[in-house]
């Protein structure tokens, strides 16, 4: 090795030793940095198309970036967020734009938007890495170096940190966190180093503030200087992060807590004053004109924290004032004082005081904050708790509380500021992440820093920090022989329990945390290959995350079901900009990504706004309703943007046109004040929907229109009005999807159903683990080993082993239900449960808006594979789009099965569907003759099978039915209605239907020429053939015991009397007499119908059911009338009795028979209940009671003989024939 390089090396090492604490701070920056980026980096870049784990916060983010590099303006108003209302921009702009700056200097060498991608995708990794810098900086500031190193350490373990600070998350928490902690970092030091003294002598000689103040400057310029560098730490917060009143809180509570302590004990305070001053002067000054040129709500974002800071200058100003006279006077005047303020504050400003308080929704938890997962505290539930203990490290966890009591300990030791402030701080943001989950990641300093500061006070009280101390004076090779001689048996301990206990288990959690779950199996098949065999866990599987990755971010990419649908929605509509495109509608959780991947404006966002029509349209009970809320969604967008109080005159004349002057009126009033009529919904529940007593304005109003519209008018006025308010307005909705993580499929998974159903206000229970039960539409049963119980009166002591769903009938009837399954179970022969999935798993498959007619199904993720043999090539299976499926199938490419069992795709399946106004199809239906066929089921099935609806033919033979696009089918039935099919079982015609997207929409411009109607009413008529029947009628009498086959039957032809035919369903009654046996019917309509035969008066009803269809060609219907037959047997003592006379006496017939040598005899009835008995010489028999509910039926009585006196009575004879046991009478019963 040359001299050089020795010197090099010598010099590198030299530089090392002088700036050790450097080094090791690049040293954390670096392995966080590797472990944020090298796992993640595989899933990042594919296709370069916002391949995010931060949930849908990031899409909107990137959208806001891209609308940047597009207009060169930032984006602070968009109508495609809170359609058709419009949002502004609550998004900061700070690093969006930073992200564009450093995308424009990388522009040359990666273009701008590949550059902005890549910039976008670190931004969070890279000021993750950051944080460990203003941690140490702090911990180092209060503690000390060594306790600066050590929280730094500690910090860079903590596996919170790396869950939002890695690559793919993109919300930008960690670069918000930069400024968040520099801002707590200088505060502290300004305070720290800011001298004690007197700033004004007298408060009566204002002449003398300036000097006085200029004076104090010049004395305090470091501490001046850090007061200015927290500010605009501060400022630039503002810029970033809505949330910064975050860290004004935790200053204002800890100069709150500092200016009653030095009141205490008689210390100045004008140096709290004078650095709160420059704080939030300066602040305050940097955001203003932000919040107020970008509108971006400054009565929420700025007023709030800035009465807060305020406050706060005017507390310390006041008790600068006050603590120069005795406590005992001080204190009771600053209560008072105190108290007044904030009475005033509540009186003049409420909404102020109650953002002030409620912590904006996170510590007094809102109805919509309720259901948000970063908002719940982790003490609500063991499974959070776990979670959160699981963020931190059970061992940092444990060692920073105990940080915490260690803090306390030196506060009232040492009553130093910089310690009170790094105690509430710590405090602070520990509480903050026990009151929601979204400060896990703010709390980390805490437990870092109270870990560092409590194992520097173990190492100090066990006297293992001497050395170091000593060793630091050495050089290299003496420090290495000291350390050698210096270790002993307590250091080998506390070493093992440190590693064991801290550095193991966070750093395991940290790395698995920085594991994406998309390839988390890929990592451990290569631990478990490395692993000697002793360490391979027992029956470990191939998508086993055993050793690690269990706890790791899930990266959303393309192939998610969710980003497919939405990538088949951004191909629709593309004609038009986006802002002019039909909004769509889905729970908003996915309002972001879908304006992101969707490119369509959406109703409900991340914002949280506009969730109640969102809920409300999920959960309506008929496509009646939907569409009223789409109405009253237009509504309320023109009544707001009229600014008047009113609706705009060309909406209130469409009102009126459809509904009337009084209806008109009466939803302006609603508009107006919806809360005045709230008590209307309470009273008539079966109008309005099923709310709770206290039900809020929004809510009242979406749930007063949808009745008064639903309840009122048909569905076609409803759609005309729709359309008209369209065409009015401009604005158009026409979108809905059901991601699958709404359904409850199951009582172990209910998915979210329960977050519309309960922030549309809707009657429900929680359980004692927490859970909201939405108990309109199921309640969840905990099955146990001792019964089952409802989950709200679930025993303590009692442990479910599972959960059972049952649903409510209003659950079927949901959008959420019928987009996602459609068929209910009442259509197949059950009360509960779903089809496909609880029962008939291989008999019925998805058909989402069943009984629909003016929604369709759109977009489904359809199971394809290439090859027609697929069983050959079963890994060959795809999912592709239902239309690109559809389309494959009529080109006979492939194997597609459209749709599958219902069970094979609920975990892949986010429907959307389509609202249409419909094409009209109308027409006919006639005899070949023109006599109009009356009450024929007309049913619309869509190009996928899916029935979408039905009408019937009126008394004049015409239908009138919605369409919607596609090759559709309109099938003409009657019959026995199969609601399963929403049609008859006899086939009458079938017509193709050819229905464009133009004639669906009603946009098509052209006329019929010959009727003068618009281009989408579509006119089909029918001729139907009407079908010759005759046969024969014979009645039927069975010879022996128990004998079905025709060999033991006797016939006999029935030679006169009349056959009649009916139709229950169109109350049609036909006729025809028996002649020679023989009857028939011509031009009979195809329908089902029940048979009865006359003869001689006696009525033989419901022979046969005859189901006729539609045919020219003659058919035979032979009528074969079988008795109903007693096989009687009479005994005495066991032995026969022959030569008895058995009768069967009924309400209105009666006959006898002669019981042979076996003493049996066989009697011949009609449907009834008859008393069966005997009588013979004195004696009678007992009496039997027999029941025949129908024809053909059989029946035995065994009778035994008693003494008896009998009564003759006439009868006449009808015929008579020969038995087996002996003559068989047939008689009649007549009134004596």
Do not use: C
């Amino acid at each position: 090795m040359g001299k050089i390089q020795v010197q090099s090396i010598q010099g590198f090492k030299s530089w090392v030793s002088r700036n050790s604490e450097l080094t090791i701070i690049a040293m954390l920056v670096a392995i966080y940095l590797f472990i944020g980026n090298y796992f993640a980096w595989q899933q990042a870049f594919v296709g370069m198309v916002a391949n995010v784990s931060g949930g849908s916060d990031p899409y909107f983010n990137y959208y806001i970036i891209q609308q940047i590099i597009a207009t060169g303006h930032l984006l602070t108003y968009t109508q495609a967020l809170n359609y058709p209302i419009g949002s502004g921009n609550p998004r900061n702009p700070f690093f969006h734009e930073l992200i564009v700056f450093v995308a424009e200097i990388l522009s040359p060498i990666l273009g701008v938007k590949t550059a902005a991608y890549y910039a976008f995708m670190e931004f969070d990794a890279v000021f993750g890495a950051l944080l460990i810098i203003p941690v140490y900086l702090l911990a180092k500031d209060v503690f000390g170096k060594k306790v600066g190193l050590i929280s730094a350490f500690v910090y860079a373990l903590i596996p919170s940190d790396l869950s939002s600070g890695v690559l793919t998350d993109g919300r930008m928490h960690t670069p918000e966190l930069i400024f968040a902690f520099f801002a707590i970092y200088f505060f502290e030091k300004a305070m720290r180093m800011s001298s004690k003294e007197r700033i004004i002598e007298k408060f009566t000689d204002i002449k003398s503030y300036y000097g006085s103040i200029i004076k104090y400057v010049k004395n305090n310029l470091l501490s001046t200087e850090y007061a200015i560098f927290g500010a605009i730490s501060y400022g630039a917060l503002m810029l970033s992060w809505q949330g910064a009143a975050y860290i004004l809180a935790i200053i204002a509570i800890y100069i709150i807590i500092q200016l009653v302590f030095n009141l205490f004990i008689n210390q100045n305070t004008g140096y709290v004053t004078f650095i709160s001053v420059i704080f939030v002067s300066i602040s305050f000054a940097m955001s203003y004109y932000y919040y107020y040129a970008a509108n971006n709500a400054p009565s929420i974002w700025f007023i709030p924290p800035l009465f807060i800071g305020l406050g706060v200058i005017a507390l310390s100003v006041l008790i600068g004032i006050l603590g120069r006279k005795p406590w005992i006077i001080s204190i009771p005047l600053l209560i008072i004082i105190l108290g007044g303020l904030l009475a005033a504050v509540r009186f003049a400003s409420p909404h102020i005081f109650n953002e002030i308080i409620s912590g904006e929704g996170y510590f007094i938890k809102t109805r919509v904050y309720s259901t948000i997962a970063e908002a719940q505290s982790p003490l609500t539930a063991a499974p959070l708790l776990s979670s959160y203990l699981s963020e931190f490290g059970i061992g940092i966890f444990a060692m920073g509380m105990g940080g915490i009591i260690y803090m306390f300990y030196l506060a009232f030791k040492e009553k130093k500021d910089s310690i009170i402030f790094i105690l509430v701080f710590s405090l602070v943001s520990i509480y903050m992440s026990f009151a929601a989950a979204r400060f896990n990641v703010t709390a980390a300093p805490a437990y870092a820093i109270g870990t560092g500061a409590l194992l520097m006070y173990i190492l100090e009280i066990l006297k293992l920090n001497r050395g170091s101390e000593q060793n630091s004076r050495k050089t290299m090779k003496q420090r290495r022989s000291a350390i050698k001689a210096d270790i002993k048996w307590l250091q080998v301990i506390l070493a093992v329990v440190i590693s064991l206990g801290l550095v193991l288990p966070a750093g395991l959690s940290m790395i698995s945390n920085g594991i994406p779950a998309n390839n988390a199996e890929q990592v451990n098949k290569q631990i478990y290959n490395t692993l000697p065999s002793i360490l391979r866990p027992y029956a470990f599987q191939a998508n086993s995350t055993d050793y690690i990755g269990g706890t790791g971010l899930l990266i959303t990419n393309n192939s998610s079901p969710l980003s497919s649908s939405l990538a088949w929605l951004s191909t629709q509509n593309t004609n038009v900009p986006l802002d002019q495109r039909p909004a769509y509608v889905s729970w908003w959780d996915y309002g972001f990504q879908e304006l992101y991947q969707g490119r369509h404006p959406t109703v409900a966002d991340d914002f949280q706004q506009s969730y109640q029509v969102a809920g409300q349209i999920l959960l309506a009970e008929n496509q009646s309703q939907i569409i009223s809320l789409f109405a009253a969604r237009l509504l309320e967008a023109d009544y707001i943007a009229a600014r008047n109080g009113q609706f705009s005159s060309h909406v209130n004349n469409t009102l009126v046109q459809y509904l009337g002057q009084n209806e008109a009126n009466l939803i302006l009033s609603i508009e107006q004040n919806p809360s005045m009529f709230s008590s209307w919904i309470g009273n008539n529940q079966s109008i309005y929907g099923t709310f709770i007593k206290d039900i809020g304005p929004v809510n009242s109003y979406f749930a007063l229109i949808k009745g008064q519209l639903s309840s009122k008018y048909s569905t076609s006025t409803i759609v005309n009005l729709y359309q008209a308010l369209e065409e009015e307005t401009g604005y158009q909705i026409s979108y809905i999807q059901i991601d699958h993580s709404l359904f409850p499929f199951s009582g172990n998974n209910p998915g979210i159903f329960y977050a519309p159903a309960y922030l549309t206000e809707t009657p429900s229970v929680t359980s004692s683990s927490g859970e909201v039960i939405p108990t309109n539409y199921y309640s969840i049963q905990a099955v146990t080993s001792n019964g089952t119980y409802n989950v709200t009166s679930l025993p303590t002591n009692v442990q479910p082993i599972g959960y059972d769903i049952t649903y409510t009938p209003a659950f079927y009837n949901t959008s959420i239900y019928r987009f996602m399954i459609g068929l209910p179970p009442s259509s197949v022969g059950h009360s509960n449960g779903i089809p496909g999935i609880t029962f008939g798993q291989t008999t019925y498959s998805l058909q989402p808006a069943y009984n629909m007619s003016h929604f369709e199904i759109m977009y489904e993720s359809i199971p394809y594979n290439p090859y027609k043999n697929y069983t050959a090539h079963p890994n060959a299976w795809t999912l592709i789009p239902l239309q690109k499926a559809y389309k494959y199938e009529k080109e006979n490419k492939g194997t597609e099965i459209i749709f599958p069992p219902s069970y094979q795709i609920t975990s892949s399946a986010d429907p959307i569907v389509e609202y249409f106004p419909g094409a009209k199809l109308y027409g006919q239906i006639t005899t070949q003759s023109g006599v109009p066929v009356d009450g024929a089921y007309v049913t619309l099935f869509d190009q996928y099978g899916i029935p979408h609806g039905y009408t019937r033919t009126n008394r004049n033979g015409f239908y009138n039915i919605s369409a919607v696009p596609g090759n559709d089918t309109l099938f003409v039935t009657s019959g026995t209605f199969l609601q399963q099919y929403l049609s008859g079982t006899n086939t009458i015609k079938i017509f193709n239907v050819n229905v464009s997207m133009d004639q669906a929409e009603r946009t098509d411009t052209t006329y019929n020429m010959t009727t003068g109607l618009p281009g989408y009413y579509i006119e089909n008529n029918y001729k139907m053939n009407t079908t010759p029947i005759s046969g024969l009628v014979n009645l039927y009498y069975q010879k022996g015991y128990y004998s079905n086959t025709s060999g033991d039957f006797i016939s006999k032809q029935v030679v006169s009397g009349t056959v009649q035919l009916y139709n229950s369903s169109y109350n049609l009654t036909l006729t025809a007499p028996i002649i020679n046996g023989q009857y028939s019917f011509r031009d009979l309509p195809a329908y089902s119908y029940s048979a009865s035969v006359i003869v001689n008066g006696t009525t033989y009803s419901n022979v046969e059911t005859l189901n006729i269809t539609s045919s020219t060609s003659p058919v035979v219907y032979d009528l074969d009338v079988k008795l109903d037959t007693i096989f009687a047997t009479m005994k005495t003592g066991g032995i026969p009795n022959s030569g008895y006379t058995i009768t069967a006496k009924g309400d209105y017939t009666q006959t006898s028979a002669i019981t042979n040598s076996s003493g049996g005899a066989i009697l011949y009835v009609l449907p009834g209940q008859y008393n069966v008995f005997s009588g013979y010489k004195g004696y009678s028999s007992s009496i039997e009671s027999v029941v025949f509910s129908a024809l053909d039926q059989n029946q035995t009585v065994n009778l035994s003989t008693a003494a008896s006196f009998g009564i003759n009575r006439k009868s006449r004879w009808l015929f008579q024939l020969p038995q087996r046991y002996g003559a068989v009478e047939w008689k009649f019963k007549s009134i004596l």
